[in-house]
């Protein structure tokens, strides 16, 4: 009888804990790929211009440079891995083929590449080399592969797509393993018949995923991620991951910049930005710019107006002729680390008490905002669009940023926010108003001392936020 008992209770327990269990909040709009989330939680990439131009100086190669041009004297991708690891990066982007056609792998459709260089007599393989190290430092190996070639006489031809589609394969096919990135430019010149190539984005886009269906694809319209509108390293304040891409192509054809910088709201697609930025003023190394290396401040800077604003960053540090990361660039690279280690390394949000003026209800706290999940996240009830949290924190703190996430598994909903902060008076007062959050961002506020921060948000549905976080930067001098 007592065994009976003690089994009743229990199944009522359970029965309770059914009931109280609450549904996740529907998805709203465009949503992620699973492989889009992975893609974008990988924050900071590198990007490395490599070819023709690191030993010419120019910026687009004509086509025409003789193939013994290219030369390393010393190439070590592993020199290259083992920068991007202990700077941050996530994967490394090489650029195969940029628009001078000069190919950085033996490419069988093509007479302009490596193996008709004097490189390893010939017999050298940089995307070989380099996807081998990544593997190595456990980075994630990705190629640019320009769709304009000023080299190949089909260029401006039907065949020419032929020629790019079989160019794409030997780069995808799994000779260099897993790619997780294939970058499509949207430069668009003449070819040597004075024609535009009328490019067949859906084959290009079939092949790789033919043979990559992790990849996300990079353009101006997607369709993994867009091109952020400008090469300054600035996302757009307020940054939608969603887009319009209909009526759209890469290149001449692309959405408006303004659409490329901020996205679209309610946008049908979901393409978040991508900032591609040099380190250098040039794509390719330049001796003449060994001493024009951004500086830490500049870094920094465009970390806050990339990471900090709902996109990735895609930091380009060209390699050298030698063939390695020149010393400038590397130790400016560790600078870099150090400071954003320096600067997030204590969330002096950490262990505050955080209340909510509504909770969805049982697995959607607000306290999951601080649990270091990424997939637990603060809820609030269908139908109830406009909430505040509030951070007591775990004393008096100082900061000078506010990081922000939203659960974008299941969409981008936040429309405006401001952070407040009591004063010693008791009352709030405001300390950022803003428009967008997305998957991460970071808000630059005046340098502010309180023991209480409260987000007030406004959203299209009900919200999802994953992360919170203040921090002091004594570094750099960024506002906004
Ligand atoms: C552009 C190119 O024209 C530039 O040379 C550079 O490669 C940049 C990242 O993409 O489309």
Redesign the pocket.
Known sequence: MRHYLDLAAVAGLLALAGCGKVAPPEPYGATPSPQQVEWQKMEMNM?A?FGPNTFTGL??GLGTEAEDIFNPTALDCGQWAKVAKAAGFKGIII?GK??DGFCLWPNPVSVHTVAQSPWKDGKGDVLKELSDACATEGLKFGV?VSPWDRNDPHYGTPEYNDVYVKTLESVHDGRYGTVFEQWF???NGEGPNGKKQVYDWPRFHETVLKYQPQAIMFSDTGPGCRWVGN?SGVAGRTNWSTLNIKGFTPGAGAPPRESLNCGDVHGACWHPAET?VSIRPG?FWRESENDKVKSLNQLLSIYYTSVGRNSLLLL?VPPDSRGLIHEADASRLMEFRKALDEIFKDNLADGAKVKATDVRGRGFSASNIMDGNYDSYWATKDGITEASVTFDLAGEKTFNRVLLQEYIPLGQRVNSFTIEAEGPDGQWKEIASETTIGYKRIVPTEKVTTSRVRVNLVAFAPLTINGFGLYMDNISDYSE
Request: hydrophobic fraction near 25%.
């Open positions: 990007f211009h910026e687009w650029t940029h628009h640019y430019d949207g430069a090469e591609d794509w380009n």
